[in-house]
């Protein structure tokens, strides 16, 4: 029997993460939602392109690249009773994840029409995607920034402050969609109206939490620390951020590739596929929710050298996660096609079956989800990138790609059977993962086993 009181602790850390992130899933399915019944297939296709791109970059270099190395740093340090330390992890890791997005935003707007004919958009999809992408990338910044202060508070277990500043960023933007897209106020400014709404809400939510950070955090981001850089200090971020990076990178690089892929095969498959992948990622969100907490949750109990209670948190996540992804599943067996019916009007009635098969292969993707997602947190509570990155590039590489290149290419195969090499792929990688983490586990209980 697990201990309930973990169990209660687990949720009360865990479920702000589930939520904000749920809320932020809704806005990007409002979002395309309004877009998709805006402007038809040709606008869900490139503004679906250019989201792809800028959502894998910000995740590779800052979601996990540079706020997995705070989180767990910032969360070993203060279980440890450090504070200065945790600071001083907490700065050096904002300033090297200020110069990325910085890099990022001039590399993506210089060479933003290259990246997405390369992706395969052509046409009114390039033309569309080029100007929706030199104009996201400012909300894209002010989005890594606000990522990366959120990385610090969850280090401490401050959950319920990023949750806040969700709630309020979600508000605005919903809100400036449906008067922009649509012209509700005054002029519509269509596709573009959805940029402007995503800028001016990022930057709400910005300034909220850097005052937040500055001033009422717990650990705070302090100038000195960002001037004086230690060595070890440098050293200890980027032994976790280069595999983490890493590890994000090829599963979000050959998420891309069969993106690409996709794209080219037409409008009305990259479409569904869009579809169904924008309703599984709710789904998804206790995944990552209950992965970050466990992530934060062992990585203080190491930090304390309780390595029978790490063992606990991390089970005790990884447990809400299966159950509340299982439930997922049942919906998505019996509602895929009613739920793919809100994104697209009575006239895409192909791109509607084809997204209900879809998001049913799905729903047999989500306790493998569940288990990946819950036990790699759980390895990178005890500063461990590299194993998870091993994982991800081994069933990202060398199995999902190479059976989307066969079946697609050579076999002209529909985008069916793409979802059913996604579900080979999960079903490997929560496997592993699991046997890893015990592996591990077992290296930190019995030393001398």
């Given at each position: 029997m697990m201990n309930k009181k973990v169990l209660v602790h687990v949720l009360n850390v865990s479920l702000p993460i589930i939520v904000e992130m749920t809320i932020y899933t809704f806005m990007m399915i409002l979002d395309t939602m309004m877009i998709g019944n805006y402007g038809g297939n040709k606008a869900l296709s490139a503004v679906g392109i250019s989201t792809e791109i800028i959502s894998s970059c910000v995740n590779i270099f800052i979601g996990v690249g540079m706020a997995i190395p705070i989180t767990a740093l910032v969360a070993q340090s203060v279980g440890a009773n450090n504070k200065k330390q945790a600071e001083e992890f907490a700065s050096a890791g904002f300033l090297i994840g200020f110069l990325i997005s910085i890099f990022i935003f001039f590399i993506m707007f210089i060479f933003s029409k290259n990246i997405l004919f390369i992706a395969g958009a052509k046409g009114t999809v390039l033309i569309i995607g080029n100007i929706f992408t030199k104009a996201i990338l400012i909300s894209a910044v002010f989005n890594m920034l606000?990522?990366?202060?959120?990385?610090?508070?969850?280090?401490?277990?401050?959950?319920?402050?990023?949750?806040?500043?969700?709630?309020?960023?979600?508000?605005?933007?919903?809100?400036?969609?449906?008067?922009?897209i649509f012209g509700h106020a005054s002029q519509s400014y269509g596709i573009m109206g959805a940029s402007y709404a995503s800028v001016i809400s990022q930057f709400v939510g910005l300034v909220i939490c850097v005052y937040y950070i500055l001033y009422v955090s717990k650990i705070k981001i302090k100038f000195k620390y960002m001037l004086f850089l230690r060595k070890n200090i440098l050293k200890e971020i980027f032994k976790i951020f280069i595999p983490s990076f890493m590890d994000e990178a090829a599963f979000n690089i050959s998420r891309l590739i069969c993106?690409?892929?996709?794209?080219?095969?037409?409008?009305?498959?990259?479409?569904?596929?869009?579809?169904?992948?924008?309703?599984?990622?709710?789904s998804i969100m206790p995944g990552i929710g209950f992965g970050m907490a466990a992530t934060t949750l062992v990585g203080m109990k190491v930090g304390e050298k309780n390595y029978r209670k790490a063992k606990e948190y991390a089970y005790g996540c990884?447990?809400?996660?299966?159950?509340?992804?299982?439930?997922?599943?049942?919906?998505?067996?019996?509602?895929?096609?009613?739920?793919?019916?809100?994104?697209?009007?009575?006239?895409?009635?192909?791109?509607?079956?084809?997204?209900?098969?879809?998001?049913?292969?799905?729903?047999?993707?989500?306790?493998?989800?569940?288990?990946?997602?819950?036990?790699?947190?759980?390895?990178?509570?005890?500063?461990?990138?590299?194993?998870?990155?091993?994982?991800?590039?081994?069933?990202?590489?060398?199995?999902?790609?190479?059976?989307?290149?066969?079946?697609?290419?050579?076999?002209?195969?529909?985008?069916?059977?793409?979802?059913?090499?996604?579900?080979?792929?999960?079903?490997?990688?929560?496997?592993?993962?699991?046997?890893?983490?015990?592996?591990?586990?077992?290296?930190?209980?019995?030393?001398?086993?």
């Amino acid at each position: 029997m697990m201990n309930k009181k973990v169990l209660v602790h687990v949720l009360n850390v865990s479920l702000p993460i589930i939520v904000e992130m749920t809320i932020y899933t809704f806005m990007m399915i409002l979002d395309t939602m309004m877009i998709g019944n805006y402007g038809g297939n040709k606008a869900l296709s490139a503004v679906g392109i250019s989201t792809e791109i800028i959502s894998s970059c910000v995740n590779i270099f800052i979601g996990v690249g540079m706020a997995i190395p705070i989180t767990a740093l910032v969360a070993q340090s203060v279980g440890a009773n450090n504070k200065k330390q945790a600071e001083e992890f907490a700065s050096a890791g904002f300033l090297i994840g200020f110069l990325i997005s910085i890099f990022i935003f001039f590399i993506m707007f210089i060479f933003s029409k290259n990246i997405l004919f390369i992706a395969g958009a052509k046409g009114t999809v390039l033309i569309i995607g080029n100007i929706f992408t030199k104009a996201i990338l400012i909300s894209a910044v002010f989005n890594m920034l606000t990522i990366l202060m959120n990385s610090i508070l969850r280090g401490y277990g401050n959950t319920y402050t990023p949750l806040i500043i969700c709630i309020i960023i979600a508000t605005i933007k919903i809100t400036l969609d449906w008067v922009l897209i649509f012209g509700h106020a005054s002029q519509s400014y269509g596709i573009m109206g959805a940029s402007y709404a995503s800028v001016i809400s990022q930057f709400v939510g910005l300034v909220i939490c850097v005052y937040y950070i500055l001033y009422v955090s717990k650990i705070k981001i302090k100038f000195k620390y960002m001037l004086f850089l230690r060595k070890n200090i440098l050293k200890e971020i980027f032994k976790i951020f280069i595999p983490s990076f890493m590890d994000e990178a090829a599963f979000n690089i050959s998420r891309l590739i069969c993106t690409f892929i996709i794209m080219n095969i037409g409008s009305i498959s990259f479409a569904s596929n869009q579809i169904a992948n924008t309703i599984e990622s709710i789904s998804i969100m206790p995944g990552i929710g209950f992965g970050m907490a466990a992530t934060t949750l062992v990585g203080m109990k190491v930090g304390e050298k309780n390595y029978r209670k790490a063992k606990e948190y991390a089970y005790g996540c990884v447990f809400w996660s299966v159950l509340i992804m299982s439930i997922f599943s049942v919906i998505f067996f019996l509602g895929s096609n009613y739920l793919v019916d809100l994104f697209v009007g009575d006239s895409e009635k192909e791109v509607m079956r084809i997204a209900g098969i879809c998001l049913f292969i799905g729903g047999f993707e989500q306790p493998f989800i569940a288990l990946s997602y819950g036990f790699a947190g759980a390895i990178e509570g005890f500063k461990d990138a590299k194993t998870p990155f091993f994982i991800s590039f081994v069933s990202g590489w060398l199995i999902r790609i190479p059976l989307i290149v066969y079946f697609m290419y050579f076999k002209k195969s529909s985008i069916v059977t793409v979802w059913w090499i996604t579900l080979i792929q999960w079903s490997f990688d929560g496997t592993i993962m699991f046997i890893c983490f015990r592996k591990k586990l077992r290296k930190y209980l019995f030393p001398y086993y």
